[in-house]
């Protein structure tokens, strides 16, 4: 069946300006992660949804970031005043783990985000 | 708080010998262990996961790995390497006391040579 998928793969932007990520997951996943990968470096953790709200946005690291999944499904992850430390792989990943939080998460290939 | 330690960048072994990945991790609760593989221009892919039970899991393509509470491991290991295993591997973490948050090591690259 289909993965996760992740639009645009690749997306360039200047600083300073509005971007948008967009995540499909499998259907039927109830969660919903979205990570933050750096060159050399593991995924980092950034916000997580149990259906359209999101259980943990810990992660998130200032108020320029913001996601949504408003009916439970398709989630966009919104990055505003793009600055050049924003310039990651954005992986997005789902999991069909309801209140479970021990199946593992099916990841999309990632959007390379790169801020000039 | 949950982390993750990857202690080496990469591993080197030849075919056919076995592999050893190392990780080691902290959480306040009980943990939930994963490993997760990633081809060059693929995405992260599941290979195993501990969550109770028997302390040695068995996964994807021949891989297993020993869950050790004492000293806070979880190497991921295989007996035989083959070349088409070389690829950067990642170990991760998850509070199993109601957290959501995973926590993932800087990763490990492994290359088998022929």
């Known amino acids: 069946g289909a993965g996760v998928s992740q639009t645009p793969s690749n997306k360039v932007t200047e600083k300073g300006k509005y971007v948008e990520l967009r995540c499909d997951p499998i259907?039927?996943?109830?969660?919903l992660y979205w990570y933050r990968q750096s060159l050399g470096q593991g995924p980092e953790f950034l916000i997580y949804?149990?259906?359209?709200?999101?259980?943990?946005d810990s992660g998130l690291p200032n108020d320029r970031f913001f996601a949504v999944r408003p009916e439970g499904s398709v989630s966009t992850l919104k990055i505003q005043r793009t600055e050049r430390g924003d310039s990651a792989v954005y992986l997005c990943?789902?999991?069909?783990?309801?209140?479970?939080?021990?199946?593992?998460?099916?990841f999309g290939p990632g959007t390379r985000l790169t801020v000039l | 708080a949950q982390s993750v330690a990857q202690p080496e960048d990469q591993v080197n072994v030849a075919e056919g010998n076995p592999l050893t990945v190392k990780c080691t991790y902290s959480?306040?609760?009980?943990?939930?262990l994963f490993w997760y593989v990633q081809y060059p221009n693929r995405g992260l892919q599941f290979l195993l996961k501990?969550?109770?039970?028997?302390?040695l899991v068995k996964g994807s393509y021949g891989f297993e790995a020993e869950f050790n509470k004492s000293q806070t491991s979880f190497h991921l290991k295989k007996p035989s390497a083959l070349v088409s295993d070389s690829a950067l591997y990642f170990c991760?973490?998850?509070?199993?006391?109601?957290?959501?948050?995973?926590?993932f090591g800087a990763g490990t690259r492994l290359f088998v040579k022929a």
């Open positions: 501990y969550i109770t039970g028997d302390n």
């Open positions: 991760a973490v998850r509070d199993g006391n109601g957290g959501f948050k995973t926590i």
């Open positions: 949804f149990q259906g359209t709200g999101a259980a943990d």
């Open positions: 959480v306040s609760g009980n943990p939930y």
């Open positions: 990943a789902s999991s069909p783990q309801g209140i479970a939080t021990y199946n593992e998460q099916f």
């Open positions: 259907s039927g996943h109830t969660a």
